[in-house]
Nanobody, 123 residues
């Protein structure tokens, strides 16, 4: 059973950048569909980016397209989320996710979750 541990969250000013990491153990990330989700207070957990386990193609929620980049380092067995041009509405707990589906775009597709890391965008 794969275990996921996120890191890299914190507080940043609007327009700033952060890179989140998700280190895996107990499984090889490249054999799973992978994604990042986030959950803001009082809101449902939502998909923001996913990477295909077949060809590495990436897909993004429209609100983060062009600002966020999901990537996988197979050698380090680590998933990343580079976040640029951050906005206050990006404030949330961010979760990495792995699953048996090719890509993951809904909570129900996810088999494994990380514990989450807080991202706060505030001046």
């Amino acid at each position: 059973q794969v275990q996921l541990v996120e890191s890299g969250g914190g507080t940043v000013q609007p327009g700033g950048s952060l890179r989140l990491s998700c280190a895996a153990s107990g499984g090889t990330l490249s054999t799973y569909g992978l994604a990042w989700f986030r959950q803001a207070p009082g809101r449902e957990r939502e998909y923001i980016a996913t990477i295909s386990k077949y060809d590495g193609a990436t897909y993004y929620r429209s609100s983060v397209q062009g600002r966020f980049t999901i990537s996988l380092d197979g050698n380090k067995n680590t998933l990343y989320l580079q976040m640029n041009s951050l906005k206050p509405e990006d404030t949330a707990v961010y979760y990495c996710a792995a699953g048996l589906q090719v890509v993951l775009t809904t909570v129900s597709m996810v088999n494994y979750w990380g514990q989450g890391t807080q991202v706060t965008v505030s001046s």
